[in-house]
Each structure stands twice: as C-alpha cells, then as structure tokens.
C-alpha cells in the first residue's frame, strides 16, 4: 500500500477525531491563526515532514505539531523535530504518576532507534493520549 500525504492526514484525523479532538489545547493546524501558522510554518520542511496536521500546546506554552512523516516540537528554549518512523518507544510522565493518576501526565518521553530521548508536549489527559496513540499509529504505518 502506497502512504501517500492523503492517506496519512485522514488517518490522522481518524484517530484525533476518536479522542475528541480538537480540544481548548489542540487543534487542527488550518484551523490556526494565519499568524500562528506562518511562524510554525519556520519550523516545517513540508519535504521532509509533509504538511503539518495537529498542533498540541499547554498553559506553559511548549508545543508539539504532528506532520505526516515528522513530530515537531519546543521546550520553550529550543525546537526539535523527529522523523515518526525513528520513533523506537515512548512513555507518558508528568506530576503525580506515583500515584498512577494519569490525568496528571503531561510530558510524553520519546526514544529515537539511537537511544536519544525527546520531551514532547500536550496538555494533561486526553490531549497528551490522543497524542502518544496517534504517533503509536502512525509509527505503526510508517514502519510497515
């Protein structure tokens, strides 16, 4: 099967459109200011990455932006991105997982096939989920 960009952003969909998304700090990247977009738009090689599809922030304004072949994402000091089939693992953190309280996870940790971890950001809860399972789906396509 051919993953063409299409094919890629309906499964995007698909899967955000399962955990209600967008939410108070998700969003679908046309749906963005055409401000917004134009400065994320620095930080995107549509070549590269495809077209960007879903943006994730939080209150303390680090962000995530999911594109069909690359996560992009700032810390608030600097901005990484990830190719999502070099995605080898990730785990969910944040306050109060000792608890397993996992309304309060916050933070997603990434892995990369070269053992080089990434911090990605999403608001707490389902923001953070729909986050972790739309990049643990689209690993699963792209690895294919």
């Known amino acids: 099967m ?5 094919f890629l952003i309906n499964r ?12 108070k700090s998700s969003f ?3 749906d963005l200011n055409s401000d917004l977009q134009l400065d994320l ?6 070549t590269n990455s ?6 994730f922030t939080k209150p303390t304004k680090e962000w995530t932006l999911i594109c069909t072949r690359q996560v992009i994402f700032n810390d608030n000091l600097t901005t990484t991105h990830i190719d999502i ?13 000792e608890n397993h309280d996992k309304n309060k996870l916050h933070q ?3 892995t990369d096939k070269k053992s080089n971890q990434y911090i990605l950001h999403a608001d707490k809860g389902t923001d953070l ?15 294919d």
């Open 129 to 143: 989920f729909a986050l972790w399972n739309i990049l643990l789906m689209m690993k699963r396509i792209l690895t």
């Open 108 to 110: 997603l940790t990434v």
């Open 12 to 23: 995007i969909k698909w899967k955000a459109d399962s955990y209600h998304l967008p939410t």
């Open 50 to 55: 495809g077209p960007p599809i879903l943006f």
């Open 85 to 97: 089939s070099d995605i080898d693992s990730m785990i969910a953190t944040g306050w109060g997982t």
């Open 41 to 46: 738009k620095a930080f995107v090689d549509q």
């Open 28 to 30: 679908y990247f046309k």
């Open 2 to 6: 051919k993953k063409t960009d299409d």
